[in-house]
């Protein structure tokens, strides 16, 4: 459950969420067999479907829908459903009728993750706020195989754990935003070119232009994946384990 505004919202808050969860096994093996299953439902109850205003409904008027936008909130709505496909995902209204349902709901294991209690909690120590799950909690070695495991079998990846995969997801064509200055981009592609001709691992070198499948399929088979500044841990935190 993530109670914060989506303007506070944050990609690291789902992965805090799976580490805490994680917790619950630890026996997680290192193909991603585990006791547990995935989380039933991830509710966001401050956060609603659509970001903009509900549309006036008129007696009388055209039946034609609508195109609604979607709310925004630190993580891609694919990658959520590519990651837990079987999790069902509560906004603002559905978390509404739950509260104010007469049916007793009974939810059997719920995981919290509050912004601002995390930020007390680890402002001594001098850690992120997101870091509380992997600092105060005892997981697996393997915590997040489960997740990235079955993410690789809905994106149908084949892994070769035998092959280290360098990848560099480059923002260099894109005409705003934060990029690499032109020198270290150059440097950066010129140092990787080297580490596959000195060494028996494969670089790859793809553009923020590629499609989203395309880069997810390539960060599910990278040990090591370099983004440029905006990517953010969002969709890196799918890559091969080391």
Request: charged share 25%; aromatic share 8%.
């Amino acid at each position: 459950m993530l109670t914060r505004h989506p303007s506070d919202q944050d990609p690291r808050t789902v992965i805090s969420l799976l580490r805490a969860y994680s917790s619950l096994d630890a026996n997680v093996t290192s193909d991603g067999a585990t006791t547990l299953a995935l989380p039933s439902r991830i509710a966001y109850p401050r956060i609603t479907y659509f970001s903009d205003p509900q549309p006036l409904v008129v007696e009388g008027g055209s039946d034609e829908l609508i195109p609604r936008t979607r709310t925004e909130f630190g993580l891609p709505h694919t990658l959520t459903k590519s990651l837990l496909p079987s999790t069902g995902i509560l906004y603002y209204r559905d978390w509404l009728d739950l509260h104010e349902s007469e049916i007793p709901y009974v939810l059997e294991r719920v995981v919290i993750a509050d912004r601002g209690a995390a930020t007390r909690a680890s402002a001594g120590d001098g850690l992120p706020y997101w870091s509380a799950p992997f600092k105060d909690f005892t997981a697996p070695k393997d915590w997040w195989e489960p997740a990235r495991s079955g993410l690789s079998r809905v994106m149908r990846v084949a892994e070769n754990s035998n092959e280290a995969v360098v990848t560099y997801i480059s923002r260099q064509e894109v005409e705003s935003g934060p990029t690499l200055r032109p020198g270290d981009h150059d440097v950066l592609v010129k140092e990787l070119e080297k580490l596959a001709r000195d060494t028996k691992c494969t670089v790859k070198i793809i553009p923020h232009s590629a499609p989203w499948q395309d880069k997810l399929s390539a960060i599910l088979r990278s040990t090591v994946c370099s983004l440029s500044p905006s990517l953010r841990y969002r969709t890196s935190y799918a890559h091969a384990p080391f």
